[in-house]
């Protein structure tokens, strides 16, 4: 089966509550190996991993999207397009993030969480 990165995914997730979603809906994905010699404040990069069916797998996505945004008030996804530009989802709108998922290159997952455990250190 040919299989293809779909989009990067960056969390700053600090439970890691989204990575625990794609694994139990049996997502593919693979860790990003850091390479930067500065430290960025990011828990984790990840790519999506897409095979043949990518349709599927972005309503996949699409519920897993949803259901982290959900779990938690003011998470929000930043969404950079093919062309480019950057759009936020912080609502549950299917066919929206369907829409957007469909052209995207990279996606950032934020937690407000994350921000909380920065500045407790």
């Known amino acids: 089966m040919n299989k293809s990165t779909l989009?990067?995914?960056?969390?700053?997730?600090?439970?890691?509550?989204?990575?625990?979603?794609?694994?139990?809906?049996?997502?593919?994905f693979r860790k990003v190996p850091v390479t930067r010699k500065f430290v960025v404040a990011m828990d984790e990069t990840?790519?999506?991993v897409s095979s043949?069916?990518?349709e599927a797998l972005i309503e996949n996505l699409v519920s897993v999207f949803i259901e982290w945004l959900e779990e938690k008030r003011y998470r929000k996804l930043q969404v950079q397009l093919v062309d480019g530009s950057i759009v936020y989802i912080d609502e549950c709108d299917i066919e929206g993030v369907t829409s957007i998922l469909k052209n995207s290159l990279k996606v950032s997952a934020f937690d407000p969480e994350y921000n909380n455990r920065i500045l407790n250190k």
Not at 10 to 21: G, R, S, V, W, Y
Not at 22 to 27: A, F, H, P, V
Request: hydrophobic share 45%.
């Open 7 to 28: 989009f990067e995914l960056t969390l700053f997730d600090p439970e890691n509550t989204l990575i625990a979603l794609l694994e139990k809906r049996g997502i593919e």
């Open 52 to 54: 043949d069916n990518s």
């Open 46 to 48: 990840v790519e999506v």
